[in-house]
């Protein structure tokens, strides 16, 4: 138990070191009075918070292992706790490659939401089941998180080369897209506040349903809105639902799932809505003037270099390393597994991306709008994926 504590404090300690890390990045770009010295200053602290944040993070992933006695990337928790790590660790590696004070400032706190929305999975420590239980465990799944995490960073560099180009004095398609797409991010930190929220509160309600012939009980952790297709509140004196989840969403815990999308969007579109009105304009048009003195010809360069290191690296994790394995485990290379699937879509996008680069045309802004759709496909693969389609990566 000690090294279970010692690991949720170091884990605790690189979130708190990430955020004060983000803070000295703001002040690279937001004073203008400062000289470029003291903005050097500024820029050398957080990049060394940040390393110590991301060894606070190693230490974590290190005393868990220790605890468990097996790699900690067996299940959500670790797996997603391992992302951000390798987000920040995608960062590290284009800061020194560029020195650029002003990417710390989206991506540290994006890699923190990654963080955050792994502690809302369980964090009990478990035996690995017995498709897991190999070294190509950490092969494999370690590969595919760096690829993915130096991904993100092409990701942030194309969100914010987009907040920088678009016009924003006007109503456009382009900067309601970009809008949007800063939207779902305040539906991520929804799903985060609302899920500790009633964590803190301790809420717990049961329900009872039938699948098939089984009946089952589900527990909420948030008020039921939606309550499981036929299932019956078993829980007394909580808040009873308003309707019942569809029939045609199928899957272990639909309803509970179908729940916490509601609950995500319904606190997420209140933080939204509370942003814009505090800031009086759209969170783009509110970001771009701090993107005034950044380099659009960087920014687009970062994208593509993120992309050039990153597609590698997952393509030997998420296709080469992960065949061997479902050869071993079940017999065959490839099959038609969702995550498979997916994992194969997400390749063939960045391939593409690669190669439209090559074209005239495909630079600048059409890439920005490639970069962050990329790690869109990335991210519903690892949420929507993972979580709601029944696969043989279920367990995971």
Not at 331 to 358: C, N, Q, S
């Amino acid at each position: 138990m000690d090294l279970v504590n010692l690991s949720g404090n170091l884990l605790y300690a690189a979130f708190i070191l990430y955020l004060i890390a983000t803070l000295f990045f703001g002040a690279t770009i937001r004073d203008k009075r400062s000289t470029k010295s003291k903005k050097g200053i500024s820029g050398n602290i957080a990049i060394t918070i940040t390393i110590l944040g991301f060894l606070a993070q190693l230490g974590y992933f290190i005393t868990r292992w220790m605890a468990s006695g097996h790699a900690p990337l067996g299940n959500m928790f670790e797996f997603v706790t391992f992302l951000g790590m390798a987000m920040v660790l995608g960062f590290i590696i284009i800061y020194f490659m560029y020195r650029i004070g002003f990417l710390g400032l989206f991506a540290l706190p994006l890699a923190m939401i990654i963080i955050a929305y792994a502690s809302m999975f369980p964090t009990q420590l478990a035996p690995l089941v017995p498709t897991l239980n190999t070294s190509w465990l950490y092969i494999h799944v370690s590969t595919v998180a760096v690829g993915q995490g130096i991904l993100f960073i092409s990701f942030v560099a194309g969100l914010m080369y987009l907040i920088k180009k678009i016009d924003q004095k006007k109503r456009t398609k382009k900067n309601i897209g970009l809008e949007l797409i800063l939207y779902m991010i305040f539906l991520f930190v929804g799903f985060i506040v609302s899920t500790t929220t009633f964590s803190i509160m301790d809420y717990d309600a049961t329900f009872e349903y039938q699948d098939g012939t089984q009946i089952i009980e589900t527990e909420y952790r948030l008020p039921a809105i939606a309550a499981p297709n036929n299932g019956v509140l078993l829980t007394e004196n909580v808040m009873e639902p308003w309707f019942e989840a569809p029939g045609w969403m199928q899957g272990a815990d639909a309803g509970r799932k179908f729940n916490t999308v509601i609950w995500s969007v319904i606190t997420g579109t209140i933080l939204y809505g509370l942003t814009v009105l505090i800031l009086r304009k759209r969170v783009g048009a509110a970001l771009q003037p701090l993107l005034r003195g950044v380099k659009a010809e960087l920014l687009d360069e970062i994208m593509y270099r993120a992309v050039t290191i990153g597609f590698p690296i997952f393509t030997l994790g998420g296709l080469i390393f992960a065949s061997i394995w479902a050869q071993i485990a079940w017999g065959r290379f490839w099959g038609w597994d969702p995550k498979e699937v997916w994992a194969l879509i997400t390749w063939f996008f960045y391939a593409a991306f690669l190669h439209l680069r090559l074209s005239r045309g495909w630079h600048g802004e059409k890439s920005g709008w490639l970069a962050v759709i990329g790690f869109g496909i990335i991210l519903f693969n690892l949420i929507v994926v993972n979580l709601v389609i029944a696969g043989l990566h279920s367990y995971a």
